[in-house]
């Protein structure tokens, strides 16, 4: 059974960094391009950034532009975000996914449970 095991949230102030990682159990994890979602309190969940199998594209919201990169480590099979200049409304559950048809395709596979980021004012 595929897992996807984020970790890495936690407090921050406005204008802090925190580096979230995405540890994948399946063993053609260099197949897959994965990607990063978050729900704030009372909105749905929405794309922050994706990166392809092979790490050479990657996409990004515009909300998050400049601030957040996504990488990967095929023989780690891990998957990071590093998050500078947070904002208070960068707070939200931050989920790791999968997509074996790549990030374009929308069809994300797997899903993580979830690490919460809270950026105080």
């Known amino acids: 059974q595929v897992q996807l095991v984020e970790s890495g949230g936690g407090l921050v102030q406005d204008g802090g960094s925190l580096r979230l990682s995405c540890a994948a159990s399946?063993?053609?994890?260099?197949?897959?391009?994965m990607g990063w979602f978050r729900q704030a309190p009372g909105k749905e969940r929405e794309f922050v950034a994706a990166?392809?199998?092979?790490?050479?594209?990657?996409a990004y919201a515009d909300s998050v532009k400049g601030r957040f990169t996504i990488s990967r480590d095929n023989a780690k099979n891990t998957v990071w975000m590093q998050m500078n200049s947070l904002k208070p409304e960068d707070t939200a559950i931050y989920y790791c996914?999968?997509?074996?048809?790549?990030?374009?395709?929308?069809?994300?596979?797997?899903w993580g449970q979830g690490t919460q980021v809270t950026v105080s004012s």
């Open positions: 996914a999968g997509a074996r048809m790549g990030f374009l395709s929308g069809k994300w596979d797997y």
């Open positions: 399946m063993s053609t994890f260099s197949n897959y391009a």
């Open positions: 990166i392809s199998w092979s790490g050479s594209n990657t």
